[in-house]
């Protein structure tokens, strides 16, 4: 079964830093782009970045470019998101989604994982 | 940027209507554009990639039609299981949603 299972959400404090994890199974990371849309609960889907599938081209919006890295491990087949200077608006939850084609439609997503950057 | 508007906001039905939903692109976008449904608590699912094609699974009651600006989300005999918020998207770019109440 295609999957994407997210981890590594929690409650940090404004300006921490947290490391999201988004684990694939049955199917390999490193053949697609893989991209990160975030949500505030009750709120629409907003972009947040994607990565190519040569593991090195990055895209980012702009309210996380510096602050948020993509990276992927291809022996764990597990696609990170490094969260640097977290603030209150960030907050929300964070899902990672498997882009399949040339419209960039994302086929298959990961559960979530909800980020809460509070004080 | 690229703006994405989707109208309804709110969508009232019936269970056995045929409702649309549409959705303008800020610029021509061809055919670049996907629907999602997503119910609460729920991630995102694909039904329509490329405008008006079925993603593999979903039931033929959802089409996409549309190009240019302007797209078209129908959905022919509303099920119960159709309520939940549907979303356009084109590339990096999602509408605003619209809650679709059975």
């Known amino acids: 079964e295609v999957q994407l299972v997210e981890s590594g959400g929690g409650l940090v404090q404004p300006g921490g830093s947290l490391r999201l994890s988004c684990a694939a199974s049955?199917?390999?990371?490193?053949?697609?782009?893989i991209h990160w849309v975030r949500q505030v609960p009750g709120k629409g889907l907003v972009w947040v970045a994607r990565?190519?599938?040569?593991?090195?081209?990055?895209t980012y919006a702009d309210s996380v470019k510096g602050r948020f890295t993509i990276s992927r491990d291809n022996a764990e087949n597990t696609l990170y998101l490094q969260m640097n200077s977290l603030r209150v608006e960030d907050t929300a939850v964070y899902y990672c989604?498997?882009?399949?084609?040339?419209?960039?439609?994302?086929?298959?997503w990961g559960q979530g994982a909800l980020v809460t950057v509070s004080s | 940027d690229i703006q994405m508007t989707q109208s309804p906001s709110s969508l009232p039905a019936s269970v056995g209507d045929s409702v649309t939903i549409t959705c303008r692109a800020s610029?021509?976008?061809?055919?670049?554009l996907n629907w999602y449904q997503q119910k609460p608590g729920k991630a995102p699912r694909l039904l329509i990639y490329?405008?008006?094609n079925l993603e593999s699974g979903v039931p033929s009651r959802f089409s996409g039609g549309g190009s240019n600006t302007h797209f078209t989300l129908t959905i022919g005999g509303l099920q119960p299981e159709d309520f939940g918020t549907y979303y356009c998207?084109?590339?990096?770019?999602f509408g605003q949603g619209t809650h679709l109440e059975i």
């Open positions: 490329a405008a008006s």
């Open positions: 998207q084109h590339s990096y770019y």
């Open positions: 989604a498997r882009d399949k084609g040339s419209s960039t439609p994302l086929d298959t």
């Open positions: 990565i190519k599938s040569d593991g090195f081209s990055t």
């Open positions: 049955g199917f390999t990371l490193s053949n697609y782009w």
């Open positions: 610029e021509n976008i061809f055919s670049y």
